[in-house]
């Protein structure tokens, strides 16, 4: 019987890769998404995934469209927590409304699609939750003080969480992407692309793609063993 993956924000970037790559390594995938549509539907369309749309920071939201999955294709044996999003401004600058809005999606966003799965991966004996954070969140940023403690809170999150569900068999673990060649980043202007990429020794950005495989494996029955983790994928730009 297939292992069932929940992936938030999974129709787009990172997280399009990453249920793509579940789905070829046998999973059951559902794809969550905020507001595109238009982009979702061409995804469904494109690999058979089906996706769901909520807000991951609204925790009712998140409850019901994980009653609804588990209702569709059953019990949610993975969850990736992808979902994210930037608010950035210097912070003498930053509004409460920028920091709220990223605390309640990025961290608390993760609490909301972990906590109501929690109870069946407990009862199930196994489960895997994997957070995508970030390289930012282990060495700050410049203009994301919002974004950087909402990531380092996500590697606590992991950390303690692995702590509770290791008797259970459930791992938690965290992935921090470097610079990625996402829809977003290739946007930035090009003077400045060049710059980001100048401070990666590997010479390049990452490719969603080897994100991706980085979550197949911490899913995998043979990650078993690692739980609490956090795997840097940033081309060398930072070490812990």
């Not at 409460?96 to 909301?112: K, R, S």
């Not at 895997?128 to 403690?149: L, W």
């Not at 990531?151 to 992991?158: H, N, R, S, T, W």
Request: glycine letters at 12%; hydrophobic letters at 45%; a negative charge.
């Amino acid at each position: 019987m297939a292992r069932i993956a929940l992936v938030t924000g999974g129709s787009r970037g990172i997280g399009e890769a990453i249920s793509k790559a579940l789905k070829a390594d046998g999973y059951e995938v559902a794809a969550t998404y905020a507001g595109n549509e238009e982009k979702a539907a061409a995804f469904t369309s494109e690999t058979g995934i089906k996706t769901y749309k909520w807000n991951v920071a609204d925790y009712e939201a998140s409850a019901a469209g994980i009653a609804s999955v588990e209702g569709d294709i059953g019990p949610i044996d993975t969850v990736v927590a992808n979902a994210g999003i930037t608010r950035d401004a210097p912070f003498h600058r930053m509004t409460p409304e920028q920091w709220n809005e990223v605390v309640a999606t990025n961290l608390t966003g993760v609490f909301n699609t972990v906590h109501p799965v929690w109870p069946g991966m407990r009862e199930r004996k196994f489960g895997r939750v994997i957070v995508i954070s970030s390289v930012n969140g282990q060495k700050g940023q410049f203009g994301q003080v919002n974004y950087a403690a909402t990531k380092a809170g996500d590697l606590g999150f992991v950390k303690s969480l692995a702590q509770e569900g290791a008797r259970a068999g459930i791992t938690a673990n965290a992935i921090c992407p470097g610079y990625i060649a996402t829809e977003m980043v290739m946007a930035i202007d090009e003077s400045i692309r060049e710059k980001i990429i100048a401070g990666i020794p590997a010479g390049r950005l990452g490719e969603p793609d080897e994100i991706a495989r980085c979550v197949a494996f911490l899913a995998s029955e043979g990650a078993g063993f690692i739980n609490g983790s956090t795997l840097s994928a940033n081309g060398a730009q930072f070490f812990v």
